[in-house]
């Protein structure tokens, strides 16, 4: 890669996911740098420009209400050191939407575990919905997930994410990148970077996304998701 990059000496370069962006950062290049693709925060990566996989707060609220608008308290389980930023923006998302978002501190699995075995206690299943991060250190495949799924299941807890795997394997609803809009953006932020390389940048919420419905989920907490409603999803995983 690095003798590529000095035959083509780019003037600005995208790098897509975490292998590719940390091999390009020890190259130690002084051109402007764009990232995309990966599980970026603006607290990790300072004055990066790019485009994390964690979707803006303010559209997974906006689904839950549309699916489900009784809902009233939203749950999740964070990092501080990694997601506060992503918290905040949640907050003020949650009042607009009419919700209240209870956020628990985990800074590993074994305490991710803990509090999620609380929520899952405690939750209402009638007024309250749980909202999974991106953040793998917080909400893993092996352990967390399936913990999740199962009690949710069992207590008829609404469960939403933005990792389309986790619809796959249980959760109601998720958004997830529209690949084709996410590389317009990271397109403009390359351009942006361009013209001027010096300016304030930083990790952005995801916007380009779209929207998947697991039915059989629906079907279990007696969601009534009719075609019309159907069709405004990009993915629809059916109930059998």
Known sequence: MRQWLDREKPAVT??????????????????????GALDASPQQMPGRAGVGLAVDPALLFATLKQLVPTKRRVWVVFDPSYDRWLIDLAQQAASSSGLKLEALVARDLRESARQFTSVLQAADPATDAIWLVADARITDSETILPLVVEKSWQRRLLVFSNNLQHIKRGVLFGLFPDNTLLGQRLAELAE?????PSAPSSIE?????KRAINLKIAAHLDLAIDQALERQFDLVLPVW
């Open 14 to 35: 995208i790098t897509l996911g975490r292998l590719a962006t940390k091999i390009y950062e020890t190259f130690g290049l002084g051109v402007p740098h764009v990232v």
């Open 205 to 209: 919420v995801l916007h380009a996304v």
């Open 192 to 196: 942006r970077a361009l013209r001027a």
